[in-house]
């Protein structure tokens, strides 16, 4: 998609009437059209031709790349450092930020940096425990959560001004997001929760892996209900989708990472299959297709750890995003930048 008024092809858009930020991801919602994310794994190394490499993955086929922020309390690349490089050669980013690890000064400051690198969307999250993770003898932090954390960036953002009250120059204009998770008990709670962002200041929202589409149904229909969906303020929910490599795999996720719901029928599927990775990846395909048909859905965030070379054929097959190309370095000017080469991509 190339949009009428954008300056240079990869650079930020002028701010339409309504919108809060020059990005390319709040221009494709509120345009109506069905968005997709994905996620880079970042890599444990200071290489940047490795984060473009990753990168390069997704060319033409999502609208915004998360940054992941020490996700389960490992340590790698930090989310601003991934940002930083994607930003420069024009991707658009998900910048996050776990409140796990910052005080509200350091996240305050790393707002307005990320805002100035051109990350134009922020997803604020609470953070997992530092006892999951690689360094379980961690300090953590969490003088902030994810609820205060967003109400923080949008005071920053709509009132100009820091948390202590004192003022900010130029304010970073950002698209907000959190993340949720409809399909763990209780379930009631869970568009309860929701409203409860949204009114924080979350306009975007990525859920928790969906793999049982009844329950995201309810959960939209209760959304809606509460009148989350419509009008200037209305919140765009992006549910998670990923491919599950075997029923093995899904078992241990199941049982290990917190707030992951696999029914038996999903993995039952996969147990009966010959190819237990082509299934997944068809069952990730299968899911994509029923969620873009429930009202209220605005996207998908694809979470494909490992397998992110499934993405691209993920998203081709399905045709969710009905012959748009979301802008890559090299799309428009191919003899400029080869979006393969790495060293390309930093000269």
Same mark, same amino acid.
């Given at each position: /998609?190339?949009?009428?008024?954008?300056p240079?092809?990869?650079?930020?858009?002028?701010?339409?009437?309504?919108?809060?930020?020059?990005?390319r991801?709040?221009?494709?919602?509120?345009? =109506?059209?069905?968005?997709?994310? @994905?996620?880079?794994? #970042?890599?444990?190394?200071?290489d #940047? %031709?490795?984060?473009?490499?990753?990168?390069?993955?997704?060319?033409?086929? !999502?609208d915004?790349?998360?940054?992941?922020?020490? @996700?389960?309390?490992?340590?790698? /690349? @930090?989310?601003?450092? !991934?940002? @930083?490089?994607?930003?420069?050669?024009g991707?658009?980013t998900?910048?996050?930020?776990?409140?796990?690890? *910052?005080?509200?000064?350091?996240?305050q400051?790393?707002? +307005?940096?990320?805002?100035? /690198?051109?990350?134009?969307?922020?997803?604020?999250?609470? =953070?997992?425990?530092?006892?999951?993770?690689?360094?379980?003898?961690?300090?953590?932090?969490?003088d902030?959560?994810?609820?205060? +954390? $967003?109400?923080?960036a949008?005071?920053m953002?709509?009132?100009? *001004?820091?948390?202590?009250?004192?003022?900010?120059?130029?304010?970073?204009?950002?698209?907000?997001?959190?993340?949720?998770?409809?399909?763990?008990?209780?379930?009631?709670?869970?568009?309860?929760?929701?409203?409860?962002?949204?009114?924080?200041?979350?306009?975007?929202?990525?859920?928790?892996?969906?793999?049982?589409?009844?329950?995201?149904?309810?959960?939209?229909?209760?959304?809606?209900?509460?009148?989350?969906?419509?009008?200037?303020?209305?919140?765009?929910?992006?549910?998670?989708?990923?491919?599950?490599?075997?029923?093995?795999? %899904?078992?241990?996720?199941?049982?290990?990472?917190? =707030?992951?719901?696999?029914?038996?029928?999903?993995?039952?599927? +996969?147990?009966g299959?010959?190819?237990?990775?082509?299934?997944?990846?068809?069952?990730?395909?299968?899911l994509?297709?029923?969620?873009?048909?429930i009202?209220?859905?605005?996207?998908?965030?694809? /979470?494909?750890?490992?397998?992110?070379?499934? !993405?691209?054929?993920?998203?081709?097959?399905?045709?969710?995003?009905?012959? *748009?190309?979301?802008?890559?370095?090299?799309?428009?000017?191919?003899?400029?930048?080869?979006?393969?080469?790495?060293?390309? $991509?930093?000269?």
């Amino acid at each position: /998609m190339k949009f009428d008024d954008e300056p240079v092809p990869g650079y930020s858009l002028p701010i339409l009437p309504g919108h809060v930020s020059p990005g390319r991801l709040e221009r494709v919602l509120r345009a =109506g059209k069905f968005a997709v994310t @994905s996620e880079i794994d #970042p890599p444990d190394s200071a290489d #940047p %031709a490795e984060v473009l490499k990753r990168a390069a993955i997704f060319d033409g086929y !999502v609208d915004a790349i998360n940054a992941t922020d020490g @996700s389960g309390a490992n340590c790698h /690349m @930090s989310s601003v450092g !991934v940002c @930083s490089l994607l930003t420069r050669v024009g991707y658009a980013t998900i910048l996050q930020i776990s409140c796990r690890d *910052r005080n509200r000064i350091a996240i305050q400051g790393e707002i +307005l940096g990320g805002a100035a /690198m051109g990350a134009c969307n922020l997803l604020c999250l609470t =953070g997992d425990g530092v006892q999951a993770g690689d360094h379980p003898q961690a300090k953590p932090v969490f003088d902030l959560d994810s609820m205060s +954390l $967003l109400e923080i960036a949008r005071a920053m953002r709509d009132e100009q *001004r820091f948390d202590s009250g004192r003022h900010i120059a130029v304010p970073p204009r950002i698209f907000l997001g959190a993340a949720e998770n409809p399909f763990v008990p209780p379930l009631d709670w869970r568009p309860h929760r929701l409203a409860k962002k949204v009114a924080a200041g979350a306009q975007f929202i990525q859920t928790q892996y969906c793999f049982d589409i009844e329950r995201l149904r309810e959960f939209m229909l209760k959304v809606n209900d509460l009148g989350l969906l419509e009008g200037p303020d209305r919140v765009f929910i992006l549910p998670g989708i990923g491919p599950l490599a075997s029923a093995r795999s %899904a078992r241990w996720i199941r049982a290990n990472v917190p =707030g992951v719901h696999i029914p038996d029928a999903v993995i039952a599927r +996969l147990e009966g299959a010959e190819n237990q990775k082509e299934e997944g990846k068809q069952l990730c395909m299968d899911l994509l297709n029923e969620i873009r048909e429930i009202p209220g859905v605005s996207g998908a965030h694809i /979470m494909a750890y490992r397998q992110e070379h499934t !993405v691209a054929e993920i998203i081709k097959a399905t045709g969710v995003l009905e012959g *748009r190309v979301p802008w890559y370095p090299g799309r428009d000017d191919p003899k400029e930048l080869n979006p393969e080469s790495s060293e390309a $991509l930093l000269s």
